[in-house]
């Protein structure tokens, strides 16, 4: 189980297959099973936390907690500009 950067403008599942195609190429396995511990948004960059073959099942237990977001106020100022010179 290890932690991953999602960038923004790809989805939880394709930064996983990305992984597992990493991990599959490196460990020379044919299968192997990678999950991912909650979907961030496509548009969202954060942390992903990652289980690997056995840690899958166990990923609920270390997630399990308060989340937090920020937005950052440049972006949400811009967005709001934008939404007032349309209307």
């Known amino acids: 189980m290890f932690c991953v950067y ?11 297959a990305r992984i597992k195609n990493i991990l599959r190429s490196g460990l020379g396995v044919k299968k192997l099973k ?10 969202a960059e954060g942390v992903l936390v990652i289980g690997v073959g056995k840690s899958c099942k166990l990923l609920q237990q270390y997630i399990d907690g308060d989340k937090e977001y920020k937005v950052g106020g440049y972006h949400l100022a811009s967005f709001l500009i934008l939404i007032t010179a349309k209307c």
């Open 6 to 16: 999602k960038p923004p403008n790809i989805t939880s599942a394709q930064c996983v």
């Open 34 to 43: 990678v999950g991912h511990g909650g979907t961030l948004d496509k548009y």
